[in-house]
């Protein structure tokens, strides 16, 4: 009841955010558009033409216009009957018109002269060379999504069919995170990552909470569209929920799999058991008349819950360690620290219990796991026959708990995530040529990340984080190598509502169809992220010897005292007594209330003329505006780096208005054209620019690893400031005391630049579509995109290149000195351009948009549907994807002061793909035992693609600048490496995908000549099938008994060489898992080792 009413809460909650009423753009739904004519091929004017839908009762009528057009748009999905009557001529009704999310059926109807009352009738092509639209798209049908094998029943794997996709998420050259996710028109993005809400991974790469497959009618992905089309310049992905009809239909199911009928991975130890991969997933659908022809209702339920994983073993600091660090300690009169014991017995579930000291010591059978509940409800009402209204609501609430660093289940991570989508859609035919479609939706995702066990309190242990809200309790993050972690993820989050209404209207004149309109989105952001508030210590076995006195017992004598026992050299030991001294080696905290509420307002308005020149000939030409409003807290809590303030901040709303500039000059031309060379030929062009609304985890939590501050809220200025305090020299816990005071330290920064701007793309191509029969398409073209002010970051106080300590000025006492210990400051920091004005601030994260990129590729797709119970697709892509960065969040350069080196091929660039679906019903092959021998369906689902760029780095300061983004230097080619499978000593398997002996570490103080992402991974290959019968139990009534067969020939898939930015692990170049693993979804994630899934339905 709560969920329900929190649901309620959040739709009308955003809706009072929206202050102006609203238009827009990008429909969901599909248009049936033609000309009629008379025998001899002139245009018939003022001939009625009725539409009707043959599932529903859906009534539109209208009359051509002088040039004897017609068109019906925003139709919902499905299958209509169109009739065609003038006075002395005979009506004609097509039959079976399929109407697809953003196509439009071309539909042109010729009438003979006959006799008063005479009807010819006829069926409809199951695929037609759509020769009006200009825009690409790819429409997975509701059979195809229904039956073909998708792992983990999850529908952003249908975005592999399209085609100009590839394996790293990319649609025709754009970045991962720039596809624009709706569902019935409605945004489905999560906009601080600008990625799909729904189905979206948490602590494993399983999603969170799922649209059910049952509840989806079609699937389209639309690119290189017309001006209706915005937010983001990849592809406009849209889900179609089902609708209720004249009939009752639905489905009672249960889908389950286990690791009884799972092959092995072949990276476990032979002897290792495979372990637990169980995923179930059950509910049902409804659909149906409330009113026949009138008023219909649809709705579907399914909980899905997984368990992952094996027995884990994790090493604690039981009471046989905890003995052997006291013996250690107590031999140099050493004291045991009362605050370090307390934290030891309250935060590891072992801690000085009994145990061997041994690693590995404690075993734990407790698998991750996840759950979630999912709800989907749509009415549907046919007002009359000018207007129809619809409404959905969509919820889905669930809970995934996963290894996220630490074997102590205690510490794994805890992901709680709440998805609610809703929309209203009203559509008005007010004239005969004058439409309307208004809709208007709500979109919440809300996760929250944990540690699994979060109530402990820290300061009352001893240990003064300052942490005092019971909201901010938990353990913070100790690391004592080999123990395991505790407090691996601080409270971390957000709650993203976005409020969303459109409006586009349609008019008809002679040989033109305009549509204008627009869209305002409004978001609100609930930012939970409180990196490090708990702090984050560690405890290396060097810190008591360099605290210890220099006399007596001292540092020498504790490091190399070997009198107790061979435990005493042992760095387990020395580490662990380092902790109950209460000694610590290096550690970081933030201060500072880092909670903000953040808010993004954006507007788009269009117009666009779809124009038939010729009955051979369309063009589409329109304009649009966007304008994306600067991300903006209602508090004053956000601040930018400015040097010429005093400070060196500027705060927004005292000092800067915004964070950055407004822009209002956002105008994007669009430019298509559809040449229909024959009734089976057509060519199509098309050409436009796209703005790119920009994610928000690139202002608010971008972590590159130079030491910079996380984001702009977390800058020590304004009326909340936060200042995150390090210490990397030796430092004493004592009961009470800041372990870590702020006095003398040193601060990185998070700025934006003062001439940000929205990115954009150009998009352009030319293809052709041929019909090679009623049942059978093909298409082939060129497809291009280029990218300008796509978002980056870099560091503009990077220090110098520098290998040795050089002699520099005393920042106190103004004579020549060396740098630390005699100058007290780094050479590093003192070379940092603002060093002298700012002296502690370190890197200056700054987020721009100075990126570029550009694509071109070749892609090629045959469809059919209906083809002697053959419906299928397959597409091919040859494409080349060139950038000097690929995303944001975490992404640097090796240089921040020449971005132009990082030209090269893009983390996403794979040059061949393949990929597409079979659905096929097999015919009865006997009369005889019809239950046996009819119906039969094989099912196929097949993804290849070759491999992703590899850019390898070294974790070490080489350059001396600061980054720890050097990169190593290639040698020689790894093209000869031993690639066969391999076992090390403990028996887990490797195969080594790069020789180390390739690379090379460049000379200290340099940068590597080597280009960024040179070489390539192993590619991907997995060939999914599914065999199912139905059996007819009454008139409507049948069961469906499924097997779904995931990776057939049990390929394996390998991921990308782990280590590949650790030039020093032993792992480095070696790939040691595979894909789906490494995703975060062992056994479940698409391409893992041979699995079986078992189903049954009941469908009516």
Not at 30 to 47: E, H, K, L, Y
Request: net charge neutral; proline share 5%; with cysteine.
């Amino acid at each position: 009841m709560r969920s329900f009413q929190k649901s309620i809460y959040s739709f009308f909650i955003v809706l009072a955010l929206m202050l102006t009423p609203l238009l827009t753009a990008q429909t969901f739904r599909g248009g049936i558009a033609g000309t009629v004519q008379d025998s001899s091929g002139a245009a018939i004017p003022n001939a009625r033409v009725s539409l009707t839908g043959t599932e529903t009762g859906f009534k539109r009528e209208m009359v051509t216009t002088g040039s004897g057009d017609y068109s019906f748009q925003d139709l919902p999905l499905g299958d209509y009957s169109v009739e065609v009557n003038l006075a002395g001529f005979a009506s004609r009704k097509v039959d079976h018109v399929i109407v697809r999310p953003g196509q439009v059926y071309a539909l042109d109807i010729k009438l003979g002269i006959a006799a008063e009352n005479t009807q010819v009738e006829v069926n409809a092509d199951a695929i037609a060379v759509d020769t009006l639209s200009t825009t690409n798209t790819s429409v997975v049908p509701e059979k195809a999504v229904s039956n073909i094998p998708l792992n983990g029943r999850d529908f952003t794997q249908l975005i592999k069919i399209t085609p100009g996709y590839n394996g790293a998420g990319s649609v025709n050259g754009a970045r991962t995170n720039q596809n624009n996710w709706q569902i019935d028109g409605v945004d489905n993005n999560d906009i601080f990552h600008n990625s799909q809400g729904s189905n979206q991974g948490g602590v494993s790469g399983v999603a969170g909470v799922t649209l059910p497959i049952e509840a989806i009618d079609q699937f389209s992905v639309q690119s290189q569209g017309n001006a209706e089309v915005g937010r983001n310049g990849g592809g406009q992905i849209n889900m179609v929920v089902k609708s209720g009809t004249n009939n009752f239909h639905g489905s009672a199911y249960y889908y389950f799999r286990n690791e009884f009928f799972a092959a092995k991975s072949a990276f476990l130890a032979p002897t290792a058991r495979t372990p637990k991969i169980r995923n179930n997933q059950w509910g049902g659908s409804l659909g149906g008349p409330i009113i026949h022809d009138k008023l219909f209702f649809f709705i579907n339920y399914e909980r899905q819950k997984y368990i992952i994983g094996a027995q884990s073993a994790a090493t604690e600091p039981t009471d046989q360690w905890v003995n052997k660090a006291k013996t250690l300690l107590a031999a140099h009169n050493v004291p045991v620290s009362q605050t370090s014991m307390n934290l030891l017995t309250a935060l590891w579930p072992y801690g000085n219990k009994p145990g061997a000291a041994t690693t590995n010591n404690i075993l734990d059978p407790r698998p991750q796991n996840g759950y979630s509940d999912n709800v989907v409800g749509k009415i549907d009402w046919n007002i009359n026959s000018k207007q129809t209204l619809s409404a959905r609501a969509f919820i889905g609430s669930g809970r995934q708990l996963g290894n996220a660093g630490t074997n102590i289940y205690e510490y794994y991570q805890l992901a709680p995530t709440h998805v609610h989508n809703y929309a209203v859609t009203h559509n008005w035919m007010i004239t005969n040529h004058l439409s309307n479609q208004a809709l208007a939706g709500v979109n919440y995702f809300g996760q929250t990340f944990n540690d699994n066990v979060h109530n402990q309190n820290i300061p009352a242990l001893g240990l003064n984080t300052g942490v005092t809200s019971p909201s901010l309790y938990g353990a913070p993050t100790i690391t004592m190598n080999p123990f395991d972690q505790v407090g691996v993820t601080p409270p971390l989050g957000r709650q993203d509502y976005t409020g969303h209404v459109t409006d586009t209207a349609t008019y008809v004149y002679g040989k033109h169809q305009f549509r204008f309109g627009g869209e305002f989105r409004r978001n609100y952001v609930n930012l939970l992220y409180q990196r490090n508030i708990r702090g984050n210590f560690t405890f290396n076995g060097q810190a008591t010897a360099a605290l210890l006195p220099a006399t007596g017992t001292g540092p020498t004598a504790y490091a190399n005292d070997a009198s107790q026992d061979s435990g005493a050299k042992d760095y387990t030991v020395r580490t662990l007594a380092d902790f109950l001294a209460g000694y610590g080696s290096s550690g970081s905290i933030a201060r500072g209330q880092l909670q903000r509420d953040l808010y993004v307002n954006q507007w788009d308005i269009f117009a666009q003329d779809q124009y038939q020149v010729t009955s051979n000939l369309t063009l589409n030409y329109g304009i649009r505006w966007d304008y994306s409003g600067p991300v903006y807290a209602t508090n004053g809590s956000l601040s930018n780096f400015n040097p010429n303030s005093a400070s060196g901040y500027s705060v927004v709303g005292a000092d800067i208005a915004t964070l950055y500039p407004r822009r209002y000059t956002n105008v994007s031309p669009r430019f298509g054209f559809s040449q229909k060379v024959t009734d089976k030929f057509v060519v199509r062009g098309t050409y436009g620019l796209y703005f790119d609304l920009p994610n928000l985890n690139g202002f608010f939590d971008n972590r590159p690893g130079n030491g910079a501050s996380a984001g702009v809220q977390a800058n020590n200025a304004g009326p909340n400031p936060v200042f995150t305090v390090s210490k990397s020299s030796p430092y004493q816990i004592i009961t009470g005391v800041d372990p870590l005071p702020s006095s003398g330290a040193t601060f990185g920064v998070s700025s934006v630049s003062s001439g940000f701007k929205n990115a954009y793309i150009q998009n352009f191509n030319l293809n052709t579509e041929y019909q090679l029969s009623r049942n059978t398409v093909v298409q082939l073209g060129y497809v291009g995109s280029v990218g300008r002010h796509l978002f980056n970051l870099r560091d503009i106080n990077q220090g110098a290149l520098s290998s040795t300590p050089n002699t520099i000025v005393s920042p106190t006492t103004g004579q020549p000195c060396t740098p630390t210990p005699t100058c007290g400051v780094s050479y590093l920091q003192y070379s940092r351009p603002y060093f002298s004005k700012f002296p502690t601030l370190t890197a200056i994260n700054q987020y721009e948009s100075s990126a570029g990129s550009n694509y071109s590729s070749l892609q090629a797709m045959v469809r059919t549907s209906g083809f002697h119970g053959l419906t299928a697709q397959a597409a091919y892509t040859y494409g080349h994807a060139l950038d000097n960065v690929s995303g944001t969040r975490g992404f640097a350069p090796q240089d921040s002061r020449n971005l132009a080196a990082e030209y090269g091929n893009a983390d996403f660039d794979i040059r061949h793909t393949f990929n597409g679906y079979i659905v096929y019903e097999v015919p009865s092959f006997s009369s005889h035992f019809q239950r046996l021998t009819q119906g039969w369906e094989v099912n196929s689902f097949m993804t290849f693609y070759t491999g992703k760029p590899v850019n390898p780095k070294t974790s070490a300061n080489n350059s001396g600048v600061g980054e720890f983004q050097d990169r190593v230097t290639k040698v020689s080619d790894s093209s000869s490496v031993n690639r066969s499978f391999q076992r090390n000593s403990s028996g887990t398997g490797f195969v080594q995908w790069f020789a180390p002996s390739s690379y090379a570490l460049p000379t200290a103080g340099t940068f590597s000549s080597t280009q960024r992402n040179s070489v390539y991974g192993p590619g991907f290959a997995t060939v999914d099938a599914s065999l199912i019968k139905n059996t007819t139990l009454h008139e409507n009534v049948k069961l469906q008994l499924r097997a779904e067969m995931f990776n057939i020939f049990n390929r394996l898939n390998l991921a990308t060489p782990s280590s590949m930015g650790n030039y020093n692990s032993a792992n480095f170049g070696r790939s040691t898992t595979t894909v789906g693993d490494n995703a975060g979804a062992p056994g479940l994630g698409s391409g893992e080792p041979f699995n079986v899934q078992f189903a049954g339905k009941i469908i009516f």
